[in-house]
C-alpha cells in the first residue's frame, strides 16, 4: 500500500506528472510483479500541504481532506491519476481511494479515471486495459453503506484508524481522551462487521489496514469475522502471518460469531485473551 501524501508533505511544489510516475514505476519494478495499491491523497486533517492553501478549517479531522480536497483540486487529481494510469503499463496497480462518505464520490472519480483513461489512450501513451478502484471504510456512514459502495468498487479497506476515531469522537493521540479509543468497542466491531459482510454478500474482497490490522492480539478475531487479508507493518508482519497459518478459520468463526452478537454485554478484552489462549496451538 503506497501513501501518496507523502510526496506532497515538506515539498516546495507539488510532484509533476513526470515526477510520481518515476516513484511509481520505481516501487513497481521492486515489487517485481507483485501488485501495487496506489492510495489517492490523504492530504487534510493531520497531514496538511505546504504546497497548497490551508485545508484545516474550524475541525481539520472533519473537513476537507482525502477525497473530499481531491475532488476540489482537481487539476492536482487529475495530475495524479494520470500518473498513476500511466505506471499501470509496467506492472499491476490498482486504485485506492480514502475516506470514502457516499456513493457520489465513488461515481465522481469512476468518471475521472474513464475520462483520462480514455485520453491517455487516444494520444498513444501505454496503461493498463482497466485499473481496479477500491475505497476505503474509514467513516461510519461509509460502513453502514458498505454494501452499496461495494456494489461500485472493486474492493474495500477498512482503514481503522480513523473509523474507530470516527466512531467514538475520539482522538488517539489526545492525551485527555484516548483511553476511549478502543477497538473491540461494540459499534466499532459492528462496523466491521458489517463490512465484512458486505463483502461477502456482493463477492467483493475486503482488506484491513491501520493498527488493528497489525496487532497480534486482534488477529484471531478478525479471522473469526471473516476477515482474510491484512495490512501489517514489518515489526509484526511475520507474526500476524504466523497466527493466520496456524488457525482453522471455520472453528474461530463459530467461536467469534457469539462474541460479536453479544458484544455490548460481555467483557470483550477479556473473552478475546480467553480465544486467543485457546485456539494458540501448543508451543
Excluded: W
Aim: include cysteine; aromatic fraction near 4%.
Amino acid at each position: 500500500l503506497y501513501r501518496t501524501e507523502f510526496l506532497y508533505l515538506n515539498q516546495p511544489t507539488p510532484p509533476d506528472e513526470e515526477a510520481q510516475l518515476r516513484i511509481y514505476r520505481r516501487v513497481l519494478k521492486r515489487l517485481a510483479g507483485a501488485p501495487l495499491t496506489i492510495r489517492t491523497l490523504d492530504l487534510g486533517a493531520d497531514k496538511q500541504p505546504t504546497t497548497a492553501g490551508d485545508t484545516g478549517g474550524p475541525n481539520p479531522a472533519l473537513g476537507l481532506r482525502a477525497i473530499r480536497y481531491c475532488l476540489k483540486e482537481l487539476p492536482l487529481f487529475r495530475t495524479q491519476l494520470r500518473a498513476i494510469l500511466r505506471a499501470s503499463a509496467f506492472g499491476p496497480v490498482r486504485l485506492l481511494v480514502p475516506m470514502l462518505t457516499n456513493l457520489s464520490e465513488v461515481i465522481q472519480v469512476r468518471q475521472l479515471v474513464d475520462e483520462l483513461h480514455r485520453e491517455l489512450l487516444h494520444r498513444g501513451v501505454r496503461c493498463a486495459k482497466e485499473i481496479a478502484i477500491g475505497g476505503m471504510i474509514e467513516i461510519p456512514a461509509a460502513a453502514l453503506c458498505a454494501e452499496q459502495l461495494a456494489r461500485h468498487l472493486d474492493f474495500l479497506s477498512i482503514g481503522t484508524n480513523d473509523l474507530i476515531q470516527y466512531t467514538l469522537a475520539t482522538d488517539r493521540i489526545d492525551d485527555e481522551v484516548n483511553y476511549l479509543f478502543d477497538p473491540l468497542n461494540p459499534g466499532v466491531l459492528r462496523l466491521i462487521a458489517m463490512t465484512l459482510d458486505a463483502g461477502r454478500l456482493t463477492g467483493t474482497p475486503v482488506a484491513m489496514c491501520g493498527e488493528m490490522a497489525g496487532d497480534p492480539q486482534y488477529t484471531r478475531l478478525l479471522l473469526g469475522m471473516g476477515l482474510t487479508e491484512f495490512s501489517a507493518p514489518p515489526s509484526t508482519l511475520l507474526e500476524v502471518k504466523r497466527i493466520v497459518t496456524e488457525s482453522d478459520a471455520a472453528d474461530l468463526r463459530r467461536k467469534v460469531r457469539p462474541l460479536i452478537e453479544d458484544a455490548a454485554s460481555r467483557d470483550l478484552a477479556g473473552a478475546l485473551e480467553a480465544l486467543n489462549l485457546e485456539t494458540a496451538p501448543p508451543p
